[in-house]
């Protein structure tokens, strides 16, 4: 089911409902059992490609921003937060059956098995989420001061939400970009000078934003307005 396209669809609200309701629910379906496993990183794949959706990014945008963009937790974390809640659960449950494993586990067998027991110790998501993203290498990381809130335009029309991400990630339909994923053979821009998604923003005399980056991201008036005319 495809709720949005590069043009029109839902908001970004509404994809995001969607995608937890659909997607994660069955993505994270019993995943204290199965989350550390060598395996899991397969289920990651096809939950960026939702938040990819949400967030109306492209494919080489890094993974770390698409979690930032769509409000919703990293998978790694949230697998971790299921893994936590359920070992609450345990240990205020003396009758159950698995509680001896966890405060006496079994002689480990195999080192590439990686129990539930072996990781017990409770973690904040959040401060974690935020302390991963401060330490990720990706362009445009000052522009996010608090990755686990949702990011100024999130309920722009899906247009000038896509947009606006792109910008934010300078990763989209310019002529340096271009000419990397080979569709041009030049990545000048009208101006004459490498076209690259700053550069539209900040310095083109043709369509520079004033306030340039930041102020676009703050998606004031005058920037959405600017978002409308470039798109169109």
């Given at each position: 089911m495809?709720?949005?396209?590069?043009t029109?669809?839902?908001?970004?609200?509404t994809?995001?409902?969607?995608?937890?309701?659909?997607y994660?629910?069955?993505?994270?379906?019993?995943?204290?059992v199965?989350?550390?496993?060598a395996?899991?990183?397969?289920?990651?794949?096809?939950l960026?490609?939702?938040?990819?959706?949400?967030?109306?990014?492209?494919?080489?945008?890094?993974?770390?921003?698409l979690?930032?963009?769509?409000?919703?937790?990293?998978?790694?974390l949230?697998?971790?937060?299921?893994t936590?809640?359920l070992?609450?659960k345990?240990?205020?449950?003396?009758?159950?059956?698995?509680?001896?494993?966890?405060?006496?586990?079994?002689?480990l067998?195999?080192?590439?098995?990686?129990?539930?027991?072996?990781?017990l110790?409770?973690?904040?998501?959040?401060?974690?989420?935020?302390?991963?993203w401060?330490?990720?290498?990706v362009?445009?990381?000052?522009?996010?001061?608090?990755?686990?809130?949702?990011?100024?335009?999130?309920?722009?029309?899906?247009?000038?939400?896509?947009?606006?991400?792109?910008?934010?990630?300078?990763?989209g339909?310019?002529?340096?970009?271009?000419r990397?994923?080979?569709?041009?053979?030049?990545?000048?821009?009208?101006?004459?000078?490498?076209?690259?998604?700053?550069h539209?923003?900040?310095s083109?005399?043709?369509?520079?934003?004033?306030?340039?980056l930041?102020?676009l991201?703050?998606?004031?008036?005058?920037?959405?307005?600017w978002?409308?005319?470039?798109?169109?």
């Open positions: 495809k709720l949005a396209g590069s029109w669809g839902a908001s970004a609200n994809l995001r409902s969607s995608a937890l309701a659909l994660y629910s069955a993505a994270e379906y019993c995943a204290p199965w989350s550390r496993s395996h899991a990183s397969r289920v990651d794949v096809q960026n490609s939702t938040v990819r959706l949400i967030s109306g990014t492209l494919r080489s945008t890094p993974l770390p921003c979690p930032v963009l769509s409000n919703i937790e990293p998978p790694a949230r697998r971790k937060a299921a936590d809640k070992v609450e345990i240990v205020k449950h003396d009758s159950w059956p698995i509680q001896p494993d966890i405060f006496n586990p079994p002689l067998r195999l080192t590439s098995r990686k129990s539930l027991w072996l990781d110790q409770p973690v904040d998501i959040k401060s974690r989420w935020r302390h991963n401060k330490s990720a290498q362009v445009s990381s000052q522009l996010v001061c608090n990755p686990t809130i949702r990011q100024p335009g999130f309920d722009l029309p899906q247009q000038q939400w896509s947009l606006l991400n792109r910008f934010r990630m300078e990763q339909h310019c002529g340096a970009c271009r990397k994923w080979r569709l041009t053979d030049t990545d000048l821009c009208c101006c004459g000078v490498t076209q690259t998604m700053s539209t923003v900040e083109c005399p043709l369509t520079k934003l004033n306030g340039s930041s102020r991201h703050s998606a004031d008036e005058d920037a959405v307005s978002l409308t005319s470039y798109g169109s």
